[in-house]
């Protein structure tokens, strides 16, 4: 394959996307630990700031490396590449000091503390903004940092709940059933990267940075689809109605010989090729079920389509099925997690990555952001708590032995 050198060198040279920034990361867990992630696989510095005897609980999360629980979370890793890693504790005079000398020289704080907790340690916006009026401070937490319930303790599943997601999922007639991930703190994490490269942006317009406040219950409701507006036009309130879709058919999932699939051929353009693909060319001009909202009518569909669809698939495996379908309809296998890692497609946009974490290499997702000239750099290594203090505090921040010495002793890092 011919390569362009000239256009390899100006990718080169371009570098990270969020190189030269640095980024103070005082977060635990997921909510916060995935975006200053994302950050870091984009070129940032991110400094991963635990406490030295209390550090990030997840480190202690299976699955281990031969069962080291201490640097070999598998899960830690996960959220946690290509960070520096230094302890401080924060209550002590002397840590929050240090903090303070930190975030002088960094561009972006993120914390997911409750909404209360920086300002006992006094280290919230406020009291930072005067003394470092260019760093941006992007707090993620359950309800956000303003409202009747920001000082409310919250999980995910607490944003699941309160912002109506766990409402609306499960099967029709049964209880609500939370969604299988946790989406409340992934959805805070990614609308939080976005808010913060939003207020780096216009830093470099205004030369200040700003609050950016994110929190999961509100994440969650702009996850809820069609309900609000199916509420407040029409006064329907969600509930569960299982694989079904509530306004297209058919769109949902179907058994076939070795699982389920996704089929979602509800469009008369999408259902014409169906039939013609499945050997039933003349089904598409049936005058029962010729027309989207025909086939919409539950009980059309039930009596007429449904049968159809079910003996279509029912001889075939889902690869079979995979295969017929090719680029012409929308069907696709229902993937256990171990068919997802064989996926040859995600194998081909190096969506599966090694980690290094406690002395041992562990896969874990890669990076979705693809970019053309300035590649997401999505390996690395997950941090040891502490591990890196001797650079931080004296390569970077520039603090003289004797201080750091004092500071390992008095048991403040």
Request: hydrophobic share 40%.
């Amino acid at each position: 394959m011919e390569i362009n050198m000239s256009t390899s060198l100006a990718q080169a040279e371009r570098g990270a996307p969020l190189s030269g920034v640095t980024i103070l990361d005082v977060t635990r867990v997921v909510a916060g630990p995935y975006c200053t992630m994302m950050l870091a696989d984009l070129g940032a510095m991110v400094i991963k700031v635990e406490h030295p005897s209390d550090p990030d609980f997840v480190r202690g999360f299976p699955p281990f490396n031969e069962g080291i629980e201490a640097q070999g979370s598998g899960y830690f890793a996960q959220y946690n590449r290509h960070k520096m890693g230094i302890s401080l504790d924060l209550k002590r005079p002397e840590g929050r000091k240090l903090f303070l000398e930190m975030a002088a020289k960094a561009d972006i704080l993120m914390e997911n503390f409750r909404p209360g907790t920086m300002e006992k340690l006094g280290l919230d916006y406020e009291t930072l903004k005067p003394l470092c009026p260019r760093l941006i401070y992007t707090s993620i937490s359950g309800f956000g940092q303003s409202g009747p319930n920001s000082r409310r303790p919250a999980f995910d599943s607490t944003a699941q709940a309160a912002g109506g997601l766990w409402s609306m999922n499960g099967d029709a007639d049964a209880p609500p059933v939370r969604v299988g991930s946790i989406i409340g703190d992934l959805a805070a994490s990614f609308y939080a990267t976005i808010a913060t490269l939003a207020a780096l942006r216009e830093r470099e317009r205004s030369g200040l940075g700003q609050r950016v406040d994110v929190a999961q219950q509100d994440s969650v409701v702009t996850l809820t689809e069609n309900a609000i507006v199916n509420y407040t036009m029409a006064g329907i309130v969600a509930s569960p109605m299982g694989n079904e879709h509530p306004f297209a058919r058919p769109y949902g999932q179907y058994a076939c010989k070795d699982g389920y699939v996704f089929f979602g051929s509800y469009s008369d353009k999408l259902w014409r090729e169906a039939c013609c693909v499945f050997g039933m060319p003349a089904l598409a001009d049936d005058p029962e079920i010729d027309t989207m909202s025909k086939r919409f009518d539950l009980a059309t569909y039930e009596r007429r389509l449904r049968p159809i669809i079910e003996g279509w698939f029912a001889p075939h495996t889902k690869a079979e099925l995979e295969v017929m379908a090719g680029d012409r309809i929308a069907l696709t296998p229902v993937k256990s997690m171990d068919e997802v890692l064989a996926d040859p497609h995600l194998a081909a946009r190096d969506m599966f990555v090694p980690v290094q974490v406690g002395g041992k290499s562990v896969t874990v997702f890669g990076s979705p952001m693809h970019l053309s000239a300035t590649p997401v750099q999505a390996r690395g290594v997950a941090p040891g708590l502490g591990q890196h203090n001797k650079a931080v505090y004296l390569d970077w921040l520039g603090i003289d032995p004797q201080r750091l010495e004092a500071l390992r002793a008095d048991g403040t890092i």
